[in-house]
């Protein structure tokens, strides 16, 4: 079975820095491209930065960019994302998805992680 575990959300105080996990098993890893999603309350699921299954091709939404690292390590099976300079505005469940286009667009990711809460206070 495909999963995807994210992890490594936490509460960290506005400026701060946290760095998300994304395992992935039960699929071929490097075939995939994956990308980090969030979904603040009473918003929709937005996409924040994915990166391609070769090639280590990289996107970012305009508000990530500069602040958001996202990189990927093919032994291990997991697809990193580095925050720093966190704002109140970036608390939001965060989610990791894998697809076959490097794309922010969450209707083309067939596969899907459990959620990671990241709470920034100010």
């Known amino acids: 079975d495909v999963q995807l575990q994210a992890s490594g959300g936490g509460l960290v105080q506005a400026g701060g820095s946290l760095r998300l996990s994304c395992a992935a098993s039960?699929?071929?890893?490097?075939?995939?491209?994956i990308g980090w999603f969030r979904q603040a309350p009473g918003k929709e699921r937005e996409g924040v930065s994915c990166i391609s299954s070769s090639y280590g091709s990289t996107a970012y939404a305009d508000s990530m960019k500069g602040r958001f690292t996202i990189s990927r390590d093919s032994a291990k099976n997991t697809v990193y994302l580095q925050m720093n300079s966190l704002k109140p505005e970036d608390t939001a469940v965060y989610y990791c998805?894998?697809?076959?286009?490097?794309?922010?667009?969450?209707?083309?990711?067939?596969?899907w992680g459990q959620g990671t809460l990241v709470t920034v206070s100010s």
């Open positions: 039960g699929f071929t890893f490097d075939d995939y491209a």
């Open positions: 998805a894998a697809g076959q286009s490097l794309t922010r667009v969450t209707t083309s990711y067939p596969y």
